[in-house]
């Protein structure tokens, strides 16, 4: 298996975790007129600033994500939680974040081919 640097790691690892966070936010938003549907939050903030405060690849590529139900109070709905517009506005900036990621990741492999094929 290929090992490269911890930003490399780090910019995977924020790929994988925003997609899920992406998923969960596609769900709720799927079931935002299903009564008795409680929304699902994913974090992984806190374990995202241990492991880079570790400093350690492995510690960057341990970092799993919770999936859990969430606090908010329904909305009336038969016990629905999902409010579309918050779940639309948080939809946003997490695509955001991780097609900044994506971004960031694909110019660091084009400078890898770049230095390759100047030799």
Do not use: C, R, W
Not at 4 to 27: C, G, Q, R
Not at 32 to 57: C, D, H, M, R, W
Request: proline share 1%; no cysteine.
């Amino acid at each position: 298996m290929i090992t490269f640097d911890k930003n490399t790691e780090l910019l995977s690892k924020l790929l994988d975790l925003t997609s899920t966070k992406n998923k969960v936010i596609a769900n709720n938003i799927a079931n935002v007129n299903t009564p008795g549907y409680e929304k699902l939050e994913v974090t992984f903030e806190k374990e995202l600033q241990n492991a880079i405060e570790g400093g350690s690849i492995a510690k960057i590529k341990s970092i799993k994500e919770k999936i859990e139900l969430s606090k908010d109070i329904g909305n009336g709905n038969g016990g629905n939680n999902v409010d579309i517009d918050t779940e639309m506005i948080e939809f946003f900036k997490s695509s955001d974040k991780h097609n900044m990621y994506l971004e960031i990741l694909a110019k660091k492999f084009k400078g890898l081919i770049y230095a390759i094929e100047s030799k």
